[in-house]
């Protein structure tokens, strides 16, 4: 059975430029999905097109067992969607737009006024919940905003770069509410360019470049494509770099990557905090000082450069067009190979 959120060859094209290349997603009931990819990669069209705001030129989407295309009314009903940029009314206040939205779900009056307030509560707009949004910050419409999208608590959430704009205390605090509509049995797809956001939050990742998914698996899967542990030491001297080269490759499993401006060596490993040892050990027997030393395992950010070459943009772009020219300009470049986590 198809999950919560399904699409299957989905496409969009924008003049000559192919927003989206025939998109498949399947997000099971009560996961989070992270949507990653550069800008213009075709992440916002996506949503839009799940979320009726635009109309695929081909393929098949479902949202909350029913179909976008032909019955994009009752999709509406059924989900909650936070754009990219605050849409809020900038002459009505805080509490006000909340009782709105709520109203407009056909709430009754009481119950609007309570949710409001306990959204303004979870949020950390109470102290403001009484002026005008127009006085706002850029960080607390996007609060705002993202309230409204959970007057309803409905049981299938887009979040398209929900914590662009927020500061580290207030995203960790979505965050935190994130988890608990998860657990509640929510379904949520979130874009975000801030890979630490999928790392900590998302059940599977689909990373996506002109409008393709080039891969997807959990966040551990991703990561054990891109490689195992590795050793990562920086030597004192720059003239030690020869040495030590040879040091980490009778322990390494591959090539030792060595960049002289920052005196740093890594080299693929197995083995673990035992193996880190014999490797300190080897260095001070060389007479090699060393001013760092340690082992890690690849990121969301290997991850990421090793699929698309090229680290992702924290900029948010923020119309279709927008993703269709950058991306255009991509194109040229040539297209990434599609690759799938089984």
């Not at 098949?60 to 940029?85: C, M, W, Y």
């Not at 960790?172 to 929510?186: D, P």
């Not at 499993?253 to 035992?274: I, N």
């Not at 070459?309 to 194109?331: K, M, P, Q």
């Amino acid at each position: 059975m198809p999950g919560a959120i399904y699409a299957e060859g989905l496409v969009k094209t924008f003049g000559d430029v192919k927003a989206l290349d025939g998109v498949d997603l399947d997000v099971p009931e009560g996961t989070v999905l992270g949507l990653l990819g550069p800008n213009g990669a075709g992440k916002t069209t996506a949503v839009r097109c799940l979320t009726t705001l635009l109309r695929p030129d081909s393929g098949t989407a479902v949202v909350a067992g029913i179909d976008v295309l032909k019955h994009p009314n009752e999709v509406r009903r059924s989900i909650g969607l936070s754009g990219q940029f605050a849409a809020v009314d900038e002459y009505l206040t805080g509490r006000e737009n909340l009782q709105m939205v709520g109203q407009l779900y056909q709430l009754k009056a009481k119950a609007a006024k309570a949710r409001a307030v306990e959204l303004l509560e979870r949020f950390g707009l109470a102290d403001a919940a009484d002026r005008p949004a127009k006085t706002y910050s850029g960080g607390m419409r996007r609060r705002l905003d993202l309230a409204a999208a959970l007057v309803v608590s409905p049981p299938v959430m887009f979040m398209d770069e929900p914590t662009t704009g927020l500061d580290p205390r207030n995203r960790q605090s979505l965050w935190e509410v994130i988890q608990e509509l998860v657990a509640g049995g929510t379904t949520l797809l979130l874009t975000t360019q801030y890979l630490e956001e999928a790392d900590h939050l998302a059940h599977d990742i689909c990373v996506v470049d002109h409008g393709r998914v080039i891969a997807r698996g959990t966040s551990d899967q991703l990561k054990a494509r891109t490689g195992g542990e590795r050793v990562e030491v920086v030597v004192h001297e720059r003239e030690h770099i020869t040495v030590a080269s040879e040091v980490l490759a009778g322990f390494g499993k591959g090539e030792v990557a060595a960049e002289q401006h920052t005196r740093k060596l890594t080299v693929p490993v197995t083995g673990g905090a035992k193996l880190l040892a014999e490797v300190i050990r080897e260095l001070d027997t060389r007479g090699i000082e060393i001013d760092d030393i340690g082992l890690r395992r690849p990121t969301l950010d290997d991850v990421f450069i090793s699929l698309t070459g090229h680290v992702a943009e924290e900029a948010t772009t923020g119309t279709d067009d927008d993703e269709a020219g950058s991306r255009d300009t991509r194109n040229r470049k040539g297209k990434a190979k599609k690759e799938t986590v089984q």
